[in-house]
C-alpha cells in the first residue's frame, strides 16, 4: 500500500467514516487489508475489522500475525469467533490453533462441528514439520468413472471450500490414489469424456510423515501447484499447496543461517522474540565454542616460549588464524548449501574433495606469494616472510578439505550439516593452523 | 526415481529394447525422464531422447541442465532441433539463450518464425535479474466486455500454450492491464455472465525493470499462483509464474549464503564449476580480509610487550577474538538475514540496537562469570580471570553493536546488507576485542 492511500484511509477513520472506509478497503488484497490493520493504533483494530464483510474478514484474520490474532480472539463474541475460525482453511486453523494460549483454543475448538473438530484433532498429532503438519485437507477428489462434465459439477460444488482447484486427484472406492488431473486438460475436453482416459497415472506423492524439507524440494524438482498427501495405506488425506511449500523453503534457509551461524533456530520472527529468548538461543553455543577455543589457549600456553622467542612472530597469529577460518567457512558454506538444495549428493564427496584440494593449492600458493612480498616491502626479514607464507599454504590446505568433508561426514551421519558451519570449522581450524605455525617457526626460526 | 526402477530402465536400454523403454519413460513425469537421461552414457544420450514422442521430448529438454542441452543441440539434425526449441516457452528459451556460445545460439535462432523472434529479442534486452528476464510470454488476456462462456472457449483456444491458465488478465484495447479473474471464478459462474462483473481490479502487478527479489517478495506475501508484468505505459507483457518466483528465492538465498562467507556468488552450481572459477571467487575475498587482518598485527607488534609481559596472558586471546567474532557474526546474521525476507526494516533500527544491547549484557556477563570461574578453577590467578572476563563483556557488547548494526547501514546505503556478514564483522571485532584486551591487561595486570 502507498503511503498516500494510507493517509488517505487514515484519515477516513479519523473522521470515523465507516461506510467510506470500507468501500475503499475493499478496493484491496486480503494481505494488504491485513497489513493496514495491524499498523493503525490497536484500539481500533477490532472495530476496523468489524466493519468488514464476513468473507473478506476471515480471509484477512488468516494473513494477521500470531499476536493479532490473539489479541482479537480475546475481543471477539462467540458469535464472531466461530463465524471467524469456520472460514479458515484446516491448515491455516492448526497452525493458529498451534500459537493460542490453551484457554483460547478451549473457547475456539467449543462451537466448531464435530467433524471438523475431528479432522483438527488429527492434524494436531502429526509431528513438526512433517508433510502432514502443512497439508490442507480441503481438496477435490474424483472418481475415475466420471465424465469431464460430471467433473465440472464437482468442482462447482466443492471447489469453492477447496485451498486449490487447480489440480484434481482421482481416488478409488477406498479413498486410494489413483491419479490426477489437470483443470486444463478438463477445460480442453468434451463434457463426455471420462476421466480413466484423461488422467496421469504417474503421480507424485508424499506420506504424512515426511519431512516437509523433502516436500518443498518435490516442488522445486516438479513445478507443480499442489502435492497429494497419502497415509501409509496410500489413502489421499490432504494435500500441500505450493505457498505452503515457499513458506517451508524460505524456513528452511533460516534455520540453516540461524545454525551457520552457531544459534539455535527460532521459528519466532527476531522482533517479536524477547531479549531473554534471544539470549538463550545463543548463549549455549558460545558457551561450547568459547570451551573449544580453549584448546586454542592452551596450546599457545604450551609453546609460549617458541612463539614469543623471535620478535613479531606473536603478530602474523590473527591474521593466520583468521584467513584459516575465512577459507574453511568458504568451503563449508558453499557444501552445506549445496546439500541442503541438493546440488551436492552424499556419493559426490570424492569430486568435492579433489575440488577443494585444487582450489586451496590455488589460493593457498596466491596468497602465500602475496603476503611474502609483502612483508619483504614493510621490511620484515625473509625468514619471518618464509615460515608465514609456508604455514599460509598449509593452513588453507586443511582449512578447505576440514571445511568441505566436515559438512558432508555430518550428512553421513543424520546430523544436520549446517552444524559445521563458519564457528565450528573456524575453531577447529584455529587450533591446527596454530599447531602449523608453531612447527615451522621452531623449524625455520629457531 | 527409485534405484530398482532405473535399473530396469538401463537393462531394457542395454538390450535395445526402444520400444519398451518409450512406453516405461512415459510412465514417469518429465523431470524424471531428463534425470534418468542426465545419468545414462553421455554416448547413448541422443538415441534415447529421440525415442521420446515430441510433445515430451521438449518438456524434457527444458529440464536439462545447460551442458546436456548443449551437447543435444550440437547432435542435433536442424529439424530436430526446430522442433525442439519451438515448443519451449519464451522463458525457458530465453534461459537457454543465455547459456550457449553464440554459433549455437545463430543455429538455433535460424529457424524460428520471426514473429517469436522479435520477443526473443525484446526478452534478451531486459536487464538480467529483473521482472522482464523471469517472465514469460504465455499467459491469457480477455477483455472485459466477454461473457464466461465467450473465455472458456478463449481459454481452450490458447490455453494449452499458456505457460498458465489458472489466472486470467484482462486488458483493454491499447492492451493496459485492467484487472485479473481467477479460473475458480470462471468455473462458478453461469456462461452468460460478463467478465465486468467478475474481475478484480486490484491487480498486484510488477514492471518489467523491477528487481526480481521484489517480485519473489509479492509472491511471498499474496500467494498468487501468477504476476502479471506490464511496460512503462502499464500494458501487460508478460507474466512471473510461481515456479520462477521460487527459482528465485532459492537463487537469492544462495547468493547471501556465498556472500556471507566471503566468495564472490556465482550462477554456476559448484560441482559444474572448474577449479580455477571457484578459486577466483574466493581469492580476492581472502586478499581482503587477510589486509584487514593485518591491522591486528600491527596492534600486537605495538603492545607485544605489554601482552607478553605476564605469563598466560597471550594464551587467553583466541578465545577472546573467537568469541567477540561468534557473538558479531551472530548478529550480524539475524539482521541480514531480517532484511532479506522483509522482517526487520530500515527503521526498526533503534529497536534492533536496544535488542542487542540487552542481549550482549546478559550474554557478555554470563560468559564472563562462566570463564571467571573456568579460570579459577583451573588454577589461574584471580587478577588474569578478572581481566579476561571483563575483556570479554566489554567485547560482546561491542561485537553485537557492530554485527547488529553494519547490515542496516549497508542497507541505507544502498549496498548488500550481506557483505557485513561474519568474515567482516570478525576482523573489525578482532581489532577491537585486541584493543579492549590491551587496555585491561595494562589497567589490572602491569
Do not use: C, H
Amino acid at each position: 500500500m502507498e503511503k498516500d492511500n494510507r493517509e488517505f484511509l487514515l484519515n477516513l477513520l479519523k473522521e470515523k467514516n465507516a461506510k467510506q472506509l470500507r468501500e475503499e478497503l475493499m478496493k484491496y488484497n486480503e494481505a494488504d487489508i491485513a497489513e493496514f490493520i495491524e499498523e493503525i493504533d490497536e484500539v481500533q483494530t477490532l472495530a476496523v475489522f468489524r466493519i468488514l464483510p464476513k468473507d473478506i474478514a476471515s480471509e484477512v484474520f488468516a494473513y494477521f500475525d500470531p499476536d493479532m490474532k490473539l489479541y482479537l480472539l480475546n475481543l471477539m463474541t462467540n458469535v464472531e469467533l466461530t463465524e471467524i475460525v469456520d472460514d479458515l482453511y484446516i491448515d491455516d486453523f492448526v497452525d493458529m490453533l498451534e500459537e493460542l494460549p490453551a484457554n483460547i483454543v478451549k473457547r475456539v475448538m467449543k462451537d466448531i462441528n464435530p467433524e471438523k473438530r475431528n479432522i483438527i484433532n488429527q492434524y494436531l498429532q502429526y509431528p513438526e514439520e512433517s508433510a502432514g503438519s502443512i497439508m490442507t485437507a480441503e481438496f477435490i477428489d474424483i472418481k475415475k468413472s466420471m465424465t469431464v462434465g460430471q467433473t465440472l459439477e464437482r468442482i462447482r460444488k466443492v471447489g469453492m471450500k477447496s485451498e486449490t482447484v487447480y489440480t484434481l486427484y482421482i481416488t478409488d472406492e477406498s479413498r486410494k490414489l489413483e491419479g490426477y488431473l489437470s483443470i486444463r486438460t478438463i477445460l480442453k475436453n468434451d463434457e463426455s469424456v471420462v476421466v480413466e482416459t484423461l488422467m496421469e497415472e504417474d503421480v507424485i506423492y508424499a506420506n504424512t510423515f515426511d519431512d516437509q524439507e523433502d516436500i518443498a524440494k518435490l516442488f522445486k524438482k516438479y513445478g507443480f501447484l499442489a502435492i497429494p498427501v497419502v497415509d501409509n495405506e496410500k489413502r489421499l488425506v490432504g494435500v500441500v499447496t505450493f505457498d505452503d511449500a515457499v513458506d517451508v523453503m524460505q524456513e528452511e534457509s533460516t534455520e540453516d543461517f540461524e545454525l551457520m551461524a552457531a544459534m539455535t533456530p527460532s521459528e519466532k520472527p527476531y522482533l517479536k522474540s524477547s531479549v531473554l529468548e534471544i539470549a538463550k538461543n545463543r548463549f549455549v553455543w558460545l558457551i561450547i565454542l568459547l570451551l573449544t577455543a580453549t584448546i586454542t589457549g592452551s596450546i599457545i600456553s604450551k609453546y609460549e616460549q617458541i612463539l614469543t622467542a623471535v620478535t613479531g612472530v606473536i603478530a602474523f597469529l590473527p591474521m593466520i588464524i583468521g584467513t584459516g577460518g575465512n577459507a574453511g567457512s568458504q568451503s563449508s558454506t558453499i557444501v552445506i548449501r549445496g546439500l541442503s538444495i541438493g546440488e551436492i549428493e552424499l556419493k559426490d564427496y570424492p569430486r568435492v574433495f579433489v575440488k577443494e584440494l585444487g582450489v586451496s593449492l590455488i589460493v593457498g600458493i596466491g596468497l602465500a606469494l602475496f603476503n611474502y612480498i609483502r612483508i619483504i616491502i614493510f621490511g620484515g626479514s625473509a625468514d619471518i616472510a618464509l615460515t608465514v607464507s609456508l604455514t599460509l599454504v598449509f593452513t588453507i590446505l586443511i582449512a578447505k578439505s576440514v571445511g568441505g568433508l566436515l559438512p558432508i561426514i555430518a550428512q553421513k551421519l543424520n546430523m544436520d550439516p549446517a552444524v559445521m558451519a563458519a564457528p565450528l570449522i573456524t575453531t577447529i581450524v584455529d587450533t591446527l593452523s596454530l599447531i602449523i605455525y608453531v612447527i615451522f617457526v621452531s623449524l625455520i626460526l629457531i
